[in-house]
């Protein structure tokens, strides 16, 4: 069965370092995709950076980046420089087939929330 | 460009009742997902509509249905609410039944007594 796992529930970084949250993931397809999703309080999902299981770089949006390791099956989320207005759910997700396939359905993790510090 | 709408923001319902949340997509997006959000918990799929037909189902029960309309918003209905129906009611949009970027609006927050 499909699963993502996030293994942190909670985060503590300083202002303006780096932090890496971890997701792993289990499927038998060789083709997904994997998400990152940021939850603040006020509750709506903000897409933060895809990677396709054949995309050969690592993704990156700005200060995210996506570590992609296929062989250990894990997709971990690292944010450079981070902000205050980083504080949030940190959700990881996995969509199984390609881009066109016949749904879009999300596995979500059970969330990491990131407090940054001042 | 409006992002994706929810309507209400919030409820409160009672056992038994039934209740409808609404979903409009973002314009030219033709897929609508629901995703149900249990307080502590990532959101669980519940379905798919595009094109105005049901493209997935999540493993919910038959109190939950779904439709989607002809310019692709949608309704997503549940009847004899239970207590365990009370969390965030989250509805996504994309422009394909099957895309990279699918968007989130800010979610109905149900709450049943």
């Known amino acids: 069965a499909q699963k993502i796992t996030q293994t942190q529930p909670g985060m503590f970084v300083q202002e303006k370092e780096a932090v890496t949250l971890d997701c792993t993931y289990d499927t038998s397809d060789q083709s997904y995709g994997l998400f990152w999703y940021k939850q603040p309080s006020s509750g709506e999902m903000i897409f933060l950076i895809y990677q396709g299981s054949y995309d050969e770089q690592n993704a990156t949006e700005g200060r995210y980046s996506l570590n992609f390791q296929k062989a250990r099956k894990s997709a971990n989320l690292v944010i450079s420089a981070s902000q205050l207005g980083d504080s949030a759910m940190y959700f990881c997700a996995m969509r199984e087939g390609r881009d066109g396939g016949a749904t879009n359905k999300l596995i979500f993790g059970t969330g990491t929330l990131l407090a940054v510090q001042p | 460009d409006a992002g994706v709408t929810q309507s209400p923001t919030h409820l409160i319902k009672t056992r038994g009742q039934h209740v409808t949340l609404r979903c409009s997509p973002i314009?030219?997006?033709?897929?609508v997902s629901w995703y149900q959000q249990v307080l502590g918990q990532g959101p669980q799929f519940i379905f798919q509509y595009y094109e105005k037909e049901e493209r997935g189902r999540g493993n919910f029960p038959d109190r939950f249905s779904a439709r989607q309309f002809p310019n692709y918003s949608s309704e997503l209905n549940v009847n004899a609410l239970l207590l365990g129906d009370s969390a965030l009611y989250l509805c996504?949009?994309?422009?394909?039944?099957?895309?990279?970027?699918?968007?989130f609006g800010p979610g109905t927050r149900l709450t049943v007594l």
């Open positions: 314009s030219g997006h033709k897929s």
């Open positions: 996504a949009s994309s422009r394909q039944s099957s895309y990279n970027e699918q968007f």
